[in-house]
């Protein structure tokens, strides 16, 4: 057994975190091993010492204090390095040779439980996931209490261990549904998980999507909902979401929070998210078509005002568009990089530009403006940003399709990301599906 | 699965799209008087063709009419599915060139024909690339966005009507019968309905629903036929390619901002029929990956679209796609009347057979 601590000693020993610590626990002396990053050590031998003094022995011998302490276990050296990674405290009983394995008091590396960051909510409970994934799944147990909600654990990855947690309610998914995700995870479970894209490759979906596989929420409100439509939330240690698998069509406009206003409020505050997709994509694709492609379909007095206000504007309306377009996308990158003591010192250089500068200097458009500015708002009413990102792509399919074929190209364009949309599928349930009660994955 | 509504939006909107550009020239000038009951030998007609089909289906379930004639043998699969494919064939070429003539002809004047036609073919391709339930998926999601801006123009097209332009209301000699321009018409129906034999594989439908569609479709025949003719008589309709086109342009509305609603009655339409042809792209790539199994069905699509791109170039007017139309008449009737009944026929002849076995 020497020989053992000597190999842990050799293997993990070059980590200054890595503690060996000589202790007497009672009668028997003993070797703490552990990483002190990883581990409380002083509230941990203070909790050994006071589970021994209050330790009653039923016979007095060492194993019986082994068995209190933890759990006797014979162990190899890769699986007692895991151990270590995981946080826990290995006890060597120096006399008897025999390892022991304890929990120990971790010490804190997690935030407390807050207000969400990327999702706003109103009149719903505001507590959001953190990056500890146990303290994740307690929050959805606490939000949805049924006996039917289950969790999987897997641990993914050869290298780089990475806890992966399934949840999902029995009672409302959809079996094979279940299984065929389990499957998947557990034939992939030497691969790396770090990111979302390599859960994508994991899950065997298409890396090459643009829209995203996941629903990514913060809220377990959110959760809670979706597991009783009958859909399954992955969880990633150190990710502060959960996944609701699969994303479908009609997450980009509906919140769980919305149900609790009355029935007409919800339908009216949904379509109203509808109607800003559809003007995301449509208005500057419109613009240009109308303006390069087919300006007699317009009013000859708007027709007139258009050409009015783009007098003296040196190039054609794609030109213009797009340009005005990157300018905007810009600004929201950098407004998102930035940290948040200077963000405002973009919206202003940019208010400035977009507001009056560029077409006093008649660079482009008044009309230009309008347009730019109704597309920036209704992109964000989209629910969730995996979502807004997918549509502000679309749009520009579609601008350049009306650059080339007026209102025609617009219509293509549509008819394009519709067919686009159609075509998705995840783990064989179509994007587009509307509701994902039991036994109906198959429509769409 | 039960995706009935998937199947009778798809018939509903590729009907549509036929109904309001050529059903309604071709049946004005077909007669000049009791325009209704040359609409409704057309639809008797129809009603009873697709009835039997699917009373013929009804009796091989989960069978498409490919493997139907095949199982009855060789000579039945050549005799049926070879003049189904010429005439599909043609169908889509007449009708991308012909939609691309329209679009040219009322709002892209200075595009070159062969850029519509390509941007027409290569949308249709990739929904058929996509798999029939794309296709129909994508006909659910179309018919959500577009049918209420047809059913709005629809509404409106009504602004000018007289309904004295309804008299003279018989034309005693059935004079129309004998018209090409009548046998042209029923180019709305023939194409639309023959799909419901290719889906039965994929896609489980009530017939209940699709002859309820049929029904429900009534209407925009007769809106297609007498809309014009109430606004502008007999006479005047008659000159028109598309009548109920120029319908349109003659519609004013005060609020609102756009002059010409013809171009969204039109685009609405193009869309739907992008998606006929995407239907019929694919409808060809079953049948010909069925005579040729190793070849993916996506190649076909592909090879076909190429086809049938080329095809078009080759047309350089107006009376080149009416005398293509012309050709087609005949498979247009054969494919309507033949296979209909010889389905329905082919299932008596299963059913009886099979209670042979039983007795």
């Known amino acids: 057994m020497d020989s053992f601590i000597q190999e842990i000693r050799d293997s993990l020993g070059d980590n200054d975190d890595f503690f060996f610590q000589q202790e007497k626990i009672g009668r028997a002396s003993v070797i703490l091993m552990g990483?002190?990053?990883?581990?409380?050590?002083t509230r941990t031998k203070e909790a050994l010492h006071a589970n021994m003094d209050n330790w009653k022995p039923d016979r007095d011998d060492a194993s019986s204090m082994m068995e209190a302490i933890g759990e006797v276990r014979e162990m190899d050296l890769s699986e007692a390095i895991t151990m270590f990674m995981d946080g826990k405290l290995i006890v060597f009983f120096e006399s008897e040779r025999i390892l022991v394995l304890a929990e120990a008091y971790p010490s804190l590396l997690n935030r407390a439980v807050e207000s969400p960051t990327n999702e706003n909510v109103l009149q719903g409970a505001i507590s959001s996931f953190i990056e500890d994934i146990d303290t994740?799944?307690?929050?959805?147990?606490?939000?949805?209490?049924?006996?039917?909600?289950?969790?999987?654990?897997?641990?993914?990855?050869s290298l780089c261990h990475k806890k992966l947690?399934?949840?999902?309610?029995?009672?409302?998914?959809?079996?094979?549904?279940?299984?065929k995700v389990i499957k998947q995870i557990e034939s992939s479970s030497d691969k790396e998980i770090n990111n979302l894209q390599n859960l994508t490759k994991a899950l065997g979906l298409s890396a090459w999507s643009s829209v995203p596989k996941f629903n990514t929420t913060e809220l377990p409100e959110e959760v809670a909902g979706a597991l009783i439509k009958g859909r399954v939330i992955l969880f990633i240690d150190r990710m502060p979401f959960g996944l609701i698998l699969p994303n479908l069509i009609w997450d980009m406009f509906s919140l769980e929070n919305d149900r609790n206003y009355p029935l007409p409020l919800?339908?009216?505050i949904r379509l109203l998210r509808v109607v800003g997709v559809l003007t995301t994509l449509i208005a500057p694709g419109l613009y240009v078509a109308l303006v390069a492609v087919n300006p007699e379909v317009l009013r000859i007095e708007l027709a007139l005002t258009i050409a009015q206000s783009r007098e003296g504007v040196p190039y054609p309306a794609i030109v213009e568009m797009i340009f005005m377009l990157i300018i905007l996308e810009l600004i929201i990158e950098a407004s998102t990089r930035l940290p948040k003591s200077i963000g405002p010192t973009i919206t202003m250089v940019g208010g400035i530009i977009l507001g009056q500068a560029v077409v006093t200097a008649k660079l482009v458009s008044n009309l230009l403006i309008i347009i730019l500015a109704a597309t920036t708002i209704s992109n964000s009413t989209v629910v969730g940003f995996q979502n807004s990102l997918a549509i502000r792509l679309f749009k520009y399919v579609i601008v350049i399709m009306s650059a080339m074929y007026g209102v025609l190209g617009l219509l293509a364009g549509l008819v394009l990301i519709c067919a686009y949309l159609s075509s998705l599928s995840t783990f064989g349930i179509s994007y587009l599906n509307i509701s994902m009660n039991k036994g109906e994955s198959g429509n769409g | 699965m039960d995706k009935s509504l998937h199947v009778v939006l798809m018939y509903g909107l590729t009907q549509l799209g036929f109904i309001f550009f050529f059903y309604s020239g071709d049946i004005i000038s077909s007669t000049t008087e009791g325009h209704w009951l040359a609409i409704v030998i057309g639809l008797v007609l129809n009603l009873v063709m697709v009835w039997l089909y699917m009373k013929g289906l009804g009796y091989f379930p989960k069978q498409d009419i490919i493997s139907i004639y095949s199982a009855v043998g060789k000579w039945a699969a050549v005799l049926f599915l070879l003049p189904l494919v010429f005439f599909l064939f043609i169908t889509n070429i007449i009708t991308i060139r012909a939609f691309s003539e329209v679009i040219t002809l009322v709002f892209l004047a200075n595009t070159p024909l062969w850029a519509i036609m390509a941007l027409i073919i290569t949308l249709s391709g990739?929904?058929?690339?996509?798999?029939?339930?794309?296709?129909?998926?994508?006909?659910?999601?179309?018919?959500i966005l577009f049918l209420p801006v047809i059913l709005f123009t629809i509404c409106i097209s009504f602004q000018n009507v007289d309904f004295r332009y309804f008299f003279p209301v018989m034309d005693e000699k059935f004079s129309f019968l004998a018209r090409p321009p009548y046998w042209h018409s029923f180019a709305a129906f023939a194409g639309s309905f023959l799909f419901l034999g290719f889906i039965q594989p994929y896609v489980a439908y009530r017939p209940k629903y699709v002859l309820m569609t049929v029904a429900a479709l009534v209407p925009f025949y007769f809106i297609a036929v007498y809309v014009p003719l109430f606004t502008f008589g007999q006479a005047t309709a008659s000159t028109f390619k598309f009548p109920f086109i120029v319908l349109m342009s003659t519609i004013h509305i005060n609020w609102l901002m756009f002059d010409r609603i013809t171009m969204f009655l039109l685009l609405c339409l193009v869309t739907f029929t992008m998606l006929f042809i995407s239907m019929v792209l694919w409808k060809l790539s079953q049948v010909?990956?069925?005579?040729?199994?190793?070849?993916?069905?996506?190649?076909?699509?592909?090879?076909?679209?190429?086809a049938n791109f080329i095809g078009?170039?080759?047309?350089?007017?107006?009376?080149?796609?009416?005398?293509?139309?012309?050709?087609?008449?005949?498979?247009?009737?054969f494919v309507m009347v033949g296979i209909p009944c010889s389905i329905w026929l082919l299932g008596i002849r299963a059913k009886r057979m099979i209670k042979d076995e039983g007795a």
């Not at chain 1, 990483?35 to 050590?41: E, G, K, M, P, V």
């Not at chain 2, 005398?323 to 087609?328: A, D």
Request: overall charge positive.
């Open chain 1, 136 to 157: 994740n799944i307690g929050m959805v147990r606490k939000q949805i209490v049924s006996r039917h909600v289950k969790v999987r654990s897997f641990l993914a990855g």
């Open chain 2, 312 to 333: 078009c170039l080759f047309i350089t007017n107006w009376d080149e796609i009416q005398s293509l139309v012309m050709w087609n008449t005949m498979l247009r009737f």
């Open chain 1, 35 to 41: 990483f002190i990053s990883l581990i409380d050590l």
């Open chain 2, 126 to 143: 990739y929904i058929a690339l996509n798999g029939v339930e794309s296709i129909f998926r994508t006909g659910v999601l179309l018919a």
């Open chain 1, 266 to 268: 919800m339908i009216v």
């Open chain 1, 165 to 179: 947690s399934l949840v999902y309610d029995e009672s409302h998914a959809d079996s094979k549904l279940v299984a």
């Open chain 2, 288 to 306: 010909l990956h069925r005579c040729l199994p190793k070849v993916k069905p996506s190649y076909f699509v592909i090879a076909i679209a190429a």
